[in-house]
């Protein structure tokens, strides 16, 4: 059966939300025109007159004596303003459209309506609900609808609180039509509507797989086939951060918006810094959420990947990254915009520039024209030129309003000083703004090439080879820079350098100097830029903590920069160390190549020299570990932990297995030999065991899919320590779904003691006696059973194997006994009383193995404790920022 319902109006939802986003666009702009009350007469907006170099910003008293009543009859108006009205119930209509929508879209996936493209391409029977929400965003129209929800929600909040006080509500109309025309602009990215044979406006999310794939052969015999099962999520997805980095990452996306429609609003109104109060508070909490989705991104990519670390400087990845640079650039620009025209001409530029870059950053990662350059990127679904589109659109609308109303900025009457905390902030968002360009300059190359190609040129371009390297050797120069700047601009910010002597930073820099030197000598840091970065972090550390102590005894609602502060200081050496000093412990000191693919030969053998080779059961010794490799583990869905795959016969496509014997955990039995439990059969742990020179033990469960589209796909595993985290993974496993291939049987007649070689190990015959049991066979009274005792010889110890002879009801069976362990089926076949001699049929495969590197990461902690640290610092700094719009408020009330 196939369920129309849903997708129909789920598509009806979506066109309800494209059409209410343009009227709300078209009412507000109308409203913003002073068209929303015919009786009431235009009245012209004054010129701002803004000073600078300490006189008030609001200008001569003469224009704050008139302010009140402006305002007034501005109220007035507003009051009556039916423009306003229209457009304000047309954004909350488009918000319960976009709510409407969504809610479609996952009841389709959590029901598991697989005639729709969405649903079957992205999810799976398999799923629990949480990765059934990942699955919502997995795809392009999902990510755009989370985009779209986050915008829905704070526009309603912002028009919610227009309504505290007449400052607002003089900034509702201009701002909200910009965030209506965003609106308007990403619903189309899903109206999924084609006029013609080619012209087409946005993918809808709400396609069936006849309309996907109308060419597919299925649907020629089958017009009405629904697939069984989805594709399922990509394994690398299937983590809990991915449950909230996304929807963190729009957020901060959405949030971006709110002070570009400020400050636009701002200067469509001949108002160019008047926008910057009620902005402040927005782009410090966007701040502080767009960079805890960019951590939580670097942490997923710990947690999930497999390259050591958790920033690669992936496309992807840089092109979020530099829009939170400009952000927290813009930031401090906002705060002196006030007292320098300099620092309000680069707010505005900055604002407009950190949006733009954010619709940058989709068009990099959505339209495919990062090609293989990314692992993140999304494929091409037709959308490049609509997207191209909605980012000129912005750019020119943003320009060339900035360039119309740049005449009403008046000019600096002096020139900024070394001492004063205007020039340090400006320099100090400076340098962010060169880190970003340096970024986003080499990120764009495929960008650089593709124009260079509809020119009908041929481009040589291409991205660096070690991209790690390559934006480490200049990010981390800036970083050392903005580590200083933030120490000498907070005691400009707080006056404790007067009458122009830098003495105060005497006894700030000797401690800097000291700790500094302490800590090289202790951990025999010899790099000389590993040196320069760690006295800059100390720098920042000694200064800005010894300023939230002063602060700290006056108004602590004032800390939020020094906190903010020392928490980017301690994340640099979180970074510095966990990054700079890693260890590999896995060492390879065989002498012998574990493989000859180019993965592990490249680069002077480096893999082969750094994994390690564990055959099951057989310690190995690595460094002040000895490492046992105990086996491939499986993940039921009901019971806590892991349990051996040899337990549970998986049943193939079914995300159902049988116990072979009794599933226990920590003495409680959740399921009984024969019973069928729930399974995630796609993931694979391999349990490695740790023992240390005390006798402690510790196990980590790394874990590896082999999939047809990807390969294999492995995990780390992380044991997380106070000074360190051990972090291991797995390069090369026998594919766990394989069936294994058995050499040729061969026969060994062997009496009891006999000496025989299996396998290039030394065997021996120690018995065979009667037995009761077998397992799979019932022995009655009129059977009979022996079980043969065969010991085998390694370097780390000795095995034994025990096939079973059985005579059921005149019947004979030849129980075959499996070593994993040494890669043996052994089966008594014969038993010859004449002689006294057992025939044994014997056959050999690969044994059970893996290919291991372990990795130490030392002080990593410090990097997430300083995320939180600034975290702690933008909230504070936010909810001060806030509070004080508000009181201007209801001082203009």
């Known amino acids: 059966m196939i369920h129309t319902t849903v997708g129909q109006l789920g598509h009806f939802f979506v066109i309800l939300s494209f059409v209410t986003a343009l009227v709300a666009t078209v009412a507000y702009f109308l409203s913003a025109l002073g068209l929303g009350n015919k009786v009431a007469k235009a009245e012209p907006v004054e010129e701002p007159q803004l000073a600078y170099a300490g006189e008030s910003s609001l200008g001569s008293k003469k224009a704050r004596h008139k302010t009140p009543s402006k305002q007034v009859n501005h109220q007035e108006s507003a009051d009556k303003d039916d423009w306003r009205t229209l457009a304000r119930w047309a954004f909350y209509i488009h918000g319960a459209a976009v709510i409407g929508v969504a809610s479609s879209l996952f009841y389709i996936i959590y029901n598991h309506y697989f005639e729709y493209h969405y649903a079957w391409s992205h999810s799976s029977r398999a799923l629990p609900v949480q990765y059934m929400i990942s699955c919502f965003w997995e795809g392009q129209e999902g990510s755009f609808l989370l985009w779209l929800f986050w ?153 999930t990947l497999n390259f050591e670390g958790y920033w690669n400087w992936d496309p992807v990845e840089n092109a979020v990254y530099v829009p939170w640079l400009v952000l927290v650039a813009s930031l401090h620009t906002m705060l002196i915009a006030k007292r320098s025209s300099t620092g309000l001409k680069m707010s505005i530029i900055l604002t407009i520039a950190t949006f733009v870059l954010i619709l940058y950053s989709t068009f990099l990662s959505r339209s495919g024209i990062l090609g293989n350059a990314s692992v993140h990127s999304f494929t091409d679904l037709g959308l490049s030129g609509q997207l191209l589109l909605y980012l000129m659109a912005f750019i020119v609308l943003a320009v060339i309003l900035a360039a119309s109303k740049w005449k009403y900025i008046p000019a600096d009457k002096e020139e900024a000083s070394v001492y004063t905390k205007e020039f340090w902030l400006f320099i100090g968002a400076t340098v962010l703004c060169l880190a970003a360009f340096q970024v986003i300059a080499t990120t764009s190359i495929p960008v650089y090439n593709k124009v260079l190609e509809s020119f009908g040129k041929i481009s040589n371009l291409a991205l660096p080879a070690d991209q790690v390297a390559h934006y480490s050797k200049f ?144 310690p190995e010794r690595m460094g002040q570990y000895q490492l046992t490799y105990r086996g491939k583990q499986i993940e039921a869905r009901d019971v806590p932990g892991y349990i051996p795959r040899k337990d549970v016969v998986v049943i193939e496509g079914d995300f159902h297995g049988i116990a072979q014997r009794d599933i226990e955990q920590n003495g409680k039995v959740y399921h009984k030999k024969g019973d069928t439990l729930a399974l995630y059969p796609e993931n694979t742990y391999y349990q490695v065991e740790y023992r240390e020179a005390d006798g402690k033990i510790f196990n980590l469960y790394p874990r590896a899919q082999v999939n047809e589209r990807m390969g294999l796909l492995a995990s780390p595993d992380i044991r997380h320590k106070t000074d360190r985290d051990m972090y291991t993974y797995v390069s090369s496993v026998p594919d766990p779904d394989a069936e294994n291939t058995w050499e040729k049987t061969e026969t060994y007649s062997v009496a009891i003691k006999d000496t025989f070689f299996l396998n290039d190990y030394v065997a021996i015959l120690d018995d065979v006696s009667r037995t009761n049991e077998v397992e799979g066979v ?116």
């Not at 014969?830 to 291991?852: C, H, L, S, W």
């Not at 702690?872 to 508000?886: C, K, P, Q, S, V």
Request: hydrophobic share 50%; net charge positive.
């Open 778 to 893: 019932e022995i009655g009274p009129n059977d009979a059973a022996v079980r043969a005792k065969v010991r085998v010889l390694d370097k780390n110890g000795e095995h034994i194997i025990s096939p079973a002879f059985v005579i059921k009801d005149r019947m004979v069976a030849h129980p075959a006994e499996v070593s994993d362990e040494l890669g043996v089926r052994m089966q008594l076949n014969e038993i010859d009383p004449r002689t006294g001699k057992f025939t044994f049929a014997v056959n050999r495969t690969q044994r059970d193995y893996i290919v291991m590197k372990a990795i130490e990461k030392p002080l990593i902690n410090i990097l997430w404790i300083g995320t939180l640290i600034v975290v702690i610092g933008f909230l504070i700094a936010t909810i001060r920022r806030y509070r004080e719009f508000n009181k201007m408020q209801n001082k203009a009330v």
């Open 475 to 618: 990010q981390i120069w800036f970083f050392i820079i903005i580590a200083l700047l933030t120490g000498v601009g907070q005691y400009m910010w707080w006056r404790k350098l007067e009458t122009k002597k830098w003495d105060a930073l005497v006894t700030p820099g000797i401690l800097t100097l000291l700790i500094s030197a302490a800590l090289i000598a202790f951990g025999e840091m010899k790099n000389p830029v590993y040196m320069a970065l760690l006295v800059a972090s100390v720098f920042a550390l000694v200064t800005n903590g010894a300023t939230l102590l002063d602060i700290m005894r006056g108004n602590h609602r004032l800390s939020g920069g020094a906190i903010s502060h020392i928490g980017m200081a301690l994340m640099l050496i979180g970074i510095l160390y966990s990054s700079g000093y890693t260890k590999v412990i896995s060492l390879n000191n065989s002498g012998l190549l574990i493989s000859k693919q180019e993965e592990f030969t490249k680069d002077d053998n480096k893999q082969n020299k750094e994994n390690k080779l564990l055959w099951l059961n057989q």
């Open 151 to 303: 915008n829905a929600v704070l526009g309603a909040i912002l028009i919610r609180t227009s309504g505290k006080g007449s400052l607002s509500r003089q900034w509702e109309a201009p701002m909200m039509a910009v965030f209506a025309l965003v609106q308007a602009f990403l619903a189309s990215m899903i109206l999924g509507v084609i006029f013609g044979n080619s012209f087409k406006v946005g993918s809808s999310p709400f396609l069936l797989l006849t309309e996907a794939m109308p060419d597919a052969p299925i649907f020629t015999a089958d017009p009405n086939f629904v697939p069984k099962d989805g594709n399922g999520l990509n394994p690398l997805l299937q983590n809990y951060w991915m449950v909230i980095h996304p929807p963190t990452l729009f957020l901060g996306f959405a949030l971006a918006l709110v002070p570009f429609a400020y400050c636009i609003a701002g200067l469509w109104r001949n108002q160019p810094l008047e926008w910057i109060r009620p902005a402040l508070p927005w782009t410090l909490i966007g701040g502080m959420v767009l960079g805890v989705g960019v951590m939580m991104g670097g942490y997923w990519a710990y947690e």
